[in-house]
């Protein structure tokens, strides 16, 4: 993450070709395997809580996830109703990622009280959700990009 005139087309081209192209051509490559599964057949893919919300210095990484999203609505549609596809759109989760935003104990401090649960994410978070998306108990889910950040997407703390 880096402020817009810092980014370089290098910067840009990175970000997408993990996040959106590696995206599809995972899905490309299973996509036999997912057509010929019996039963319950899903994609779970990563955005980011950045996409709708705006954050400064984010905008290679909110570019990028925001391609996933497309990727996510564009397949669900596609696909439906032999495979779902969604996406987890966390908040800063405690991850080594997440570390070296949140890199001292004061600044993931600060990030934790910008949520109205606050503390930062933890992998298990984004776990629980997945286990559900991918799961039978997930089956009438598709096409939606859940956030996964304790409310800061849609909730405002007091203050």
Do not use: Y
């Not at 991918?134 to 409310?151: F, N, R």
């Amino acid at each position: 993450m880096k402020p817009f005139d810092r980014l370089t087309e290098a910067d840009f081209l990175h970000d997408f070709q993990v996040n959106a192209l590696g995206a599809a051509k995972v899905i490309q490559a299973c996509l036999p395997a997912l057509k010929a599964a019996e039963e319950g057949a899903s994609i779970v893919l990563f955005s980011s809580v950045a996409v709708d919300q705006g954050f400064a210095a984010h905008a290679s990484i909110a570019m990028a996830k925001g391609a996933v999203v497309g990727l996510v609505r564009s397949l669900a549609a596609e696909l439906a109703p032999s495979i779902r596809v969604n996406a987890i759109a966390p908040s800063l989760t405690n991850t080594p990622l997440g570390a070296k935003i949140a890199a001292s104990e004061k600044m993931a401090e600060a990030v934790a009280k910008m949520h109205p649960i606050p503390r930062l994410g933890r992998a298990d978070d984004m776990a629980a959700m997945a286990a559900l998306l991918l799961s039978p108990e997930g089956g009438w889910i598709s096409g939606q990009v859940i956030g996964i950040d304790g409310g800061r997407s849609t909730l405002r703390v007091k203050g």
